[in-house]
């Protein structure tokens, strides 16, 4: 409710309120904890401030009683000194009350009592003597009564008996001040009390020397005691009596406080404590009073009403609040007139995020789309790119294959063009012996052409001879048949050498075209030879390319692997862009919503 309630403001009020709650915390915080230091400090001072004047008045009230104290226990040492050295005087001795009692204005009385014949056992010679009673004892009694000192015995008819001032320090044979008292002195009733000094003689309790003091000058210094205007002091017995305090009806009664702060009195140690009073929350501190080097210590309390230590404190508070609620009027006043501008910007922001959010939503959902193809053209090119990975993989092992052949193949051609060098040679060899062979046959039909002439002379000359042989007859006889059997000879030589021509004719006919075909073929085996090189050196070109191809496709199975993987990866991220493109989506919806807002506000 509280939620849809604050969502019904308006922008300047959704944006103050919280500044002006958060402000609020903020200082009163401050104010906080600066109240609580200035409580803390408040406190911190007025406890030192009571204890330094505890101390100062607590020492006064010990230093009066402690006056007393030494009177007694200088006159008793003396009278105890007396009684050692058998010196005893009682005039003197009581002369000598007399002028303790004479020296301060402050002593009510001064007085002696000692046991049966304790002092110089002589108590019958003094019966019913001046300044002795009927028993004749030491009980001198110097009493101050206005201007005068007069004197009396302790017991008479108006004390005929003897009190636990006198039984109490004679018992305990420790010397006490005791416990404060009332008495009326020349018409006044006063609160007093006496400082007794016991005289102890080989272990026995012999007589006692006491000084009677008012305790006005006490209260009056009690009274004095008040470190604010609305303190109070109160001077507490070590019997937990009241001695002196504001309240003249609690004076002489038993102080009535709880349980811890009578502890802490007992305790006999400074000490402070809060209590709860009729005058509310109060901080009481505790003082002790050690009386001279008894056992006995009074205690003064000192009771100041919390809300008086903390005044100071409260005012600041009040201040503070007061800075603290200007600060934060004008704090609002600032944020508030700041909201109104910002509203006006952002209503105009609003608008015009609008529009962009309204462009975003369909550029995103034109992502979303592209991204779903993108995703779906990813998966598809990755079946592809994995069919393409594995008939590239059937390629790269034909073209292994092919790599291997064309290097088969680079070493044979590379064996027959070395074949074909080889045979380039023996045909060229072959044409220069059928060359030499045709040059011989030239000149073996030249030298048949010479036989065929010599076997056409001879036959001429055979033919001639025997015409000679004819005319010569007879005689000529034998050399016709010689020149016959000569011109037969040169016949069958002509017939022969022109087989032979014609047989060499043929052969150098035959040997020509040999040469010329040994020629050609030797051109062709040239030609081959190149084309053998040109074929071995495109084998090896072609194995170099094979390789190189082989690796290249190594290189391209390499690449299309890990085109695979980017493919698969940008399918991936394709996804990844289309979970994207949705959860923008649902944050422009969110930007819609709050730009809504914005303008409603």
């Known amino acids: 409710m509280l939620f849809r309630g604050f969502k019904r403001l308006s922008f300047t009020q959704q944006l103050t309120l919280p500044i002006a709650v958060v402000g609020t915390l903020v200082l009163g915080g401050i104010a906080a904890l600066s109240v609580q230091d200035s409580f803390r400090d408040a406190k911190r001072t007025a406890q030192t401030l009571t204890l330094e004047m505890g101390r100062t008045y607590s020492q006064q009230i010990k230093t009066y009683l402690d006056?007393?104290?030494?009177?007694?226990?200088?006159?008793?040492?003396?009278?105890?000194?007396?009684?050692?050295?058998?010196?005893q005087d009682r005039n003197r001795a009581y002369l000598t009350l007399r002028e303790v009692l004479n020296s301060d204005s402050q002593y009510l009385a001064t007085w002696s009592a000692w046991e049966p014949n304790a002092y110089d056992g002589k108590d019958t010679q003094y019966m019913n003597s001046e300044m002795h009673e009927k028993t004749g004892r030491v009980y001198p009694w110097w009493v101050r009564q206005g201007d005068k000192i007069v004197y009396k015995t302790l017991?008479?008819?108006e004390t005929p008996d003897l009190g636990d001032w006198y039984f109490q320090p004679m018992q305990s044979k420790q010397s006490m001040l005791v416990e404060p008292y009332k008495d009326t002195v020349n018409g006044k009733e006063l609160v007093m009390t006496?400082?007794?000094?016991?005289?102890?003689?080989?272990?026995?309790?012999?007589?006692?020397?006491?000084?009677?003091?008012?305790?006005?000058?006490?209260?009056?210094?009690?009274?004095?005691?008040?470190?604010?205007?609305?303190?109070?002091?109160?001077?507490?017995?070590?019997?937990?009596?009241?001695?002196?305090?504001?309240?003249?009806?609690?004076?002489?009664?038993?102080?009535q406080a709880d349980a811890d702060l009578q502890a802490l009195i007992q305790r006999h140690e400074i000490g402070s404590l809060e209590v709860k009073s009729t005058r509310g929350k109060e901080m009481v501190l505790v003082v002790p009073v050690p009386i001279y080097d008894l056992e006995q210590n009074w205690t003064l309390v000192i009771r100041t009403p919390e809300k008086t230590i903390l005044a100071a404190a409260y005012a600041s508070l009040w201040r503070q609040l007061g800075f603290s609620l200007v600060g934060l009027l004008l704090l609002m006043s600032v944020v508030y007139?700041?909201?109104?501008?910002?509203?006006?910007?952002?209503?105009?922001?609003?608008?015009?995020?609008?529009e962009s959010s309204l462009g975003i939503s369909e550029d995103l959902q034109h992502l979303n789309t592209t991204g779903g193809q993108l995703a779906e053209a990813s998966t598809r090119a990755a079946a592809s790119i994995e069919e393409t990975v594995a008939s590239l993989e059937e390629i790269t092992s034909m073209v292994r294959l092919n790599t291997g052949n064309a290097q088969n193949a680079a070493v044979l051609s590379g064996e027959s063009a070395k074949l074909a060098k080889t045979g380039e040679t023996k045909i060229l060899e072959l044409v220069q012996t059928m060359a030499a062979i045709e040059s011989s046959s030239q000149k073996i039909e030249e030298i048949i052409n010479i036989i065929d002439d010599i076997?056409?002379?001879?036959?001429?000359?055979?033919?001639?001879?025997?015409?000679?042989?004819?005319?010569?007859?007879?005689?000529?006889?034998?050399?016709?048949?010689?020149?016959?059997?000569?011109?037969?000879?040169?016949?069958?030589?002509?017939?022969?050498?022109?087989?032979?021509?014609?047989?060499?004719?043929?052969?150098?006919?035959?040997?020509?075209?040999?040469?010329?075909?040994?020629?050609?073929?030797?051109?062709?085996?040239?030609?081959?030879?190149?084309?053998?090189?040109?074929?071995?050196?495109?084998?090896?070109?072609?194995?170099?390319?094979?390789?190189?191809q082989s690796a290249g496709i190594e290189?391209?199975?390499?690449?299309?692997?890990?085109?695979?993987?980017v493919i698969q990866r940008n399918a991936s991220e394709a996804g990844e862009i289309v979970t994207a493109a949705a959860n923008i989506s649902e944050k422009s919806e969110?930007?819609?919503?709050?730009?809504k807002v914005l303008s409603a506000a």
């Open 67 to 87: 006056k007393a104290f030494s009177q007694a226990e200088v006159v008793g040492r003396s009278l105890s000194m007396d009684v050692q050295n058998h010196l």
């Open 155 to 157: 017991l008479n008819e």
């Open 194 to 255: 006496s400082a007794v000094y016991t005289i102890v003689q080989k272990g026995e309790a012999k007589g006692l020397v006491g000084v009677d003091i008012s305790l006005d000058s006490i209260k009056n210094l009690v009274t004095e005691v008040r470190p604010f205007a609305d303190s109070q002091s109160l001077l507490i017995s070590d019997k937990m009596m009241v001695v002196a305090g504001p309240d003249q009806t609690a004076v002489m009664q038993p102080y």
């Open 337 to 354: 007139l700041g909201a109104k501008r910002s509203e006006k910007k952002i209503s105009t922001l609003s608008s015009g995020l609008t």
């Open 455 to 548: 076997a056409f002379q001879t036959n001429l000359l055979a033919l001639n001879a025997s015409v000679e042989a004819a005319r010569a007859g007879e005689h000529g006889k034998g050399f016709a048949v010689v020149a016959e059997a000569v011109r037969s000879l040169a016949q069958r030589s002509a017939s022969a050498a022109k087989d032979i021509n014609q047989l060499i004719s043929v052969s150098v006919t035959q040997v020509k075209q040999g040469t010329v075909m040994v020629r050609e073929n030797g051109e062709v085996l040239k030609q081959m030879s190149a084309s053998i090189d040109k074929v071995a050196t495109l084998n090896q070109e072609i194995a170099g390319a094979s390789q190189q």
């Open 555 to 565: 290189q391209i199975n390499v690449s299309i692997n890990q085109l695979d993987q």
């Open 590 to 595: 969110v930007m819609n919503s709050t730009v």
